[in-house]
């Protein structure tokens, strides 16, 4: 589980959210739906294709044009569980 | 129903009747009798005419009232006959429209097309019923109100599903007699597993096996003909038992096919037909806190998280091969770990797509498991991408395609 601000994310917030992704991989791969590079690049594409639903339902302060680097923590983090 | 001797036999409708005794104004027959004992000398009077037996078809339909008593009818000295006192003989369109012509009321009965009572103050005889508390016109088809229950695939405005010959509309839930006796039958199978009970509930008293022709005596009534929007199958000989015949594009089917552990043909079309009535009952919408904490579940009442779902599992199976396991029959559905579903905005979702898309493919109930939406982990939140309310799910390309 890895936890972070939904409302703000600044340059080392993101840098410090990508370091708890590397750890909970390490401790915790098997729990990851897709822990595999082939499965998570493709989750990737997946919610990037969707993140307009993903915007109806979790309230965010950006917008798919205007993106900022709590984007690409939701985009990376939501893709460990993306089916 | 028949009457037997010393009154002539009548055959007055197919099937089992179903009576419901209404009061009406007393007539002026009265049947008296005396009684007896040590102590006291009573009387006892007994009104004829006021009890109403009503005798329905399969969708609940009132197609004739009689009272209880016996019409006399002289025919020539030392020799008489009784009459059945028809009240009133009703035939209808499908939507409930009486025929013109094709039925009388003297007395009238309180209740009507699909047993429910008949406004007449409304807008005239026979065309306005109450449907509860609902207002239906039999000669629109349409409710005053929208639907109570809430259909994903039908609009509020819908009525039977825009199929009244097979459903009927007990309580907004195009639950048919029958239908009601299937479900109670699969669902005390699946909570007792007793294979025999629900087998005898498809096969009725027929005794052998379910191949191309079923017999069916259920202590209901079926529907003369069920509609299916792929195959045909038409129910003969209406009184007693029921035969139905299976026809598939104008043929009979006579080939046993092998039966899957439901107690169903998995060949031939006896799964369809069954599977035809089934369907229109579980269409039935389920609320999430009616539900039990875990259990089986209708897929199709369960809304996707997801905007789309890759083809494959984790272990890099397809779902697709799940779907067709299930049909076969190769897989058991127990065997299956239970879905996640949670309750959003007042409908059920799960977190667990695949399995769901899986299970609706194969039309069979899923095993889920009950779980808090607030009490949900802030990552499992995020699958929460789906824009049309979980009604459908997208299925993105593989990595061949």
């Known amino acids: 589980m890895i936890k972070y601000n939904s409302n703000y994310m600044n340059y080392n917030e993101f840098k410090n959210f990508l370091e708890l992704m590397y750890n909970n991989y390490l401790e915790n791969s098997e729990n990851w739906e897709n822990n595999n590079l082939e499965s998570f690049l493709e989750a990737l594409i997946a919610i990037t294709d969707d993140l307009d639903g993903f915007l109806i339902h979790n309230e965010r302060k950006y917008n798919k044009n205007n993106p900022s680097w709590l984007t690409f923590a939701d985009i990376l983090s939501t893709a460990i569980i993306y089916e | ?401």
Do not use: C
């Open chain 2, 1 to 401: 129903m028949i009457q037997t001797s010393p009154l002539h036999n009548y055959h007055i409708y197919n099937s089992s009747p179903q009576g419901r005794v209404a009061t009406i104004k007393p007539k002026d027959l009265i049947y008296t009798n005396y009684l007896y004992n040590s102590n006291t000398f009573s009387k006892f009077t007994r009104v004829l005419g006021q009890k109403q037996y009503e005798i329905q078809d399969h969708l609940g339909n009132v197609k004739l009232v009689f009272n209880d008593y016996k019409e006399l009818t002289p025919i020539s000295v030392g020799s008489e006959k009784y009459d059945l006192n028809v009240l009133s003989l009703l035939n209808y369109y499908p939507f409930g429209m009486s025929m013109p012509g094709m039925g009388f009321e003297a007395g009238g009965s309180r209740y009507g097309f699909n047993g429910h009572e008949k406004d007449d103050e409304v807008s005239g005889v026979g065309n306005h019923l109450s449907f509860g508390n609902q207002g239906y016109s039999p000669r629109f088809g349409k409710r005053w109100n929208q639907d109570k229950v809430e259909h994903i695939d039908l609009s509020p405005y819908v009525t039977f599903a825009n199929d009244p010959i097979n459903n009927s509309d007990l309580d907004g839930n195009y639950e048919t007699r029958v239908g009601i006796m299937l479900r109670q039958a699969e669902e005390s199978y699946l909570k007792t597993g007793d294979k025999e009970a629900l087998m005898a509930h498809y096969k009725g008293n027929a005794v052998g096996t379910v191949i191309g022709i079923i017999v069916i005596t259920l202590p209901a009534t079926v529907p003369l003909m069920v509609r299916n929007p792929v195959k045909t199958v038409n129910a003969v000989n209406a009184v007693g038992s029921f035969t139905v015949g299976l026809v598939d594009d104008g043929n009979q089917i006579n080939t046993p096919g092998p039966i899957d552990d439901a107690g169903r043909a998995t060949k031939g079309f006896v799964k369809a037909t069954i599977g035809n009535l089934t369907k229109k009952v579980k269409s039935k919408i389920i609320k999430f806190d009616e539900l039990p904490s875990e259990g089986v579940v209708n897929p199709k009442s369960i809304r996707f998280s997801q905007e789309s779902i890759r083809k494959t599992f984790k272990n890099g199976k397809s779902f697709s091969g799940m779907t067709s396991d299930l049909k076969s029959g190769k897989l058991n559905p127990k065997d299956v770990k239970p879905i996640r579903i949670v309750e959003k905005g007042g409908k059920i979702f799960t977190l667990d797509n695949r399995r769901l898309k899986a299970f609706q493919d194969a039309n069979i109930d899923i095993p889920y498991q009950k779980v808090d939406y607030n009490k949900l982990p802030e990552r499992e939140l995020q699958k929460f991408t789906t824009e049309n309310n979980g009604k459908t799910i997208r299925i993105r390309k593989g990595k061949n395609d």
